[in-house]
Every structure is written in structure tokens, then in C-alpha cells.
């Protein structure tokens, strides 16, 4: 019992260290692209994108992080961008909903690809089916009335 807790422990923070070594240095880089301001070109080159879906534009970095690096390691990304653009509950959800079918497409193709699975069927039945889903969610969620402060 105590060296299957060790070992449970053990392999947690060897998980952690492994998260931190990855997202530690992409944070740091998505703020030097903030400070530059790339990433403000980035939300507007996605903005008609995530509008589509009724999205803020401020919605396109965190999502097309997600497709990309998996919701793992962009959990951290899309929790800061979220807590800085102040990205309303509507936003995180069809953000959320969107990379439940779509998220580290890359690398996940690359895996299915090299075991025989077609790379554009793959790629592009999943990005249909985040979009199709993504698209109803949207007109199904409605943005929350602002609160009154009295």
C-alpha cells in the first residue's frame, strides 16, 4: 500500500514537472507576443471565425491554442486569457465545447496517420464536427443578463 501512494506520488510530480516545462515557457512567449502585440493580430485574424460561433474576438488565441497544443497543456493559457480578456461564460463554454472534439489536432493526426488512418478525413471530420457542434451550442447558450449593482 505505501509503495503503490510512493509511487503514485512519484509519478504525479513527474507529470507536473513535465506540464510545467511545457506551458512555463509558452506562457512566457504568449506574453512577449502580448507585449509586441502579435497576439492581438492573431485574435483578428480568427475574429470572423469565432464570430461565427457568437464568440468575442478575444476567444480566437485561447481556442487556436487548444487545436493546437491540446487542452492539457493549454489549460493554463486558456485560463489566463480568459481571466485577463475577461472572456464571458458563454465564451469558455464554446470554447470548451469546441476543443472537446478538436483539440491537438496535430498531434493527434500525426499519431492516427502514422498508424494508417487518412491525416485530411481525420483532420477534417474533426473540425467539422467541432464546428457543427460548436455552431448549435451557440445559438442553444444564451450570454448571461449583466447583473445589477445597486
Request: hydrophobic content about 55%.
Amino acid at each position: 500500500m505505501l509503495d503503490a501512494l510512493k509511487e503514485a506520488t512519484v509519478g504525479s510530480m513527474q507529470s507536473v514537472k513535465q506540464i510545467a516545462i511545457i506551458v512555463i515557457p509558452i506562457m512566457v512567449v504568449m506574453e512577449i507576443l502580448k507585449d509586441v502585440e502579435l497576439l492581438d493580430r492573431i485574435a483578428d485574424l480568427f475574429s470572423p471565425v469565432v464570430r461565427i460561433f457568437g464568440m468575442r474576438k478575444e476567444s480566437a488565441f485561447p481556442l487556436v491554442i487548444g487545436i493546437i497544443i491540446g487542452l492539457s497543456y493549454g489549460a493554463g493559457i486558456i485560463f489566463k486569457a480568459a481571466k485577463e480578456n475577461k472572456l464571458s461564460k458563454k465564451d469558455l463554454y464554446l470554447i470548451t465545447y469546441f476543443l472537446v472534439a478538436a483539440h491537438a489536432v496535430f498531434e493527434d493526426t500525426a499519431i492516427f496517420a502514422a498508424l494508417g488512418v487518412s491525416a485530411v478525413l481525420l483532420l477534417s471530420t474533426r473540425l467539422a464536427v467541432a464546428a457543427m457542434f460548436t455552431f448549435l451550442a451557440s445559438k442553444v447558450i444564451k450570454e448571461p443578463e449583466k447583473e445589477v449593482n445597486l
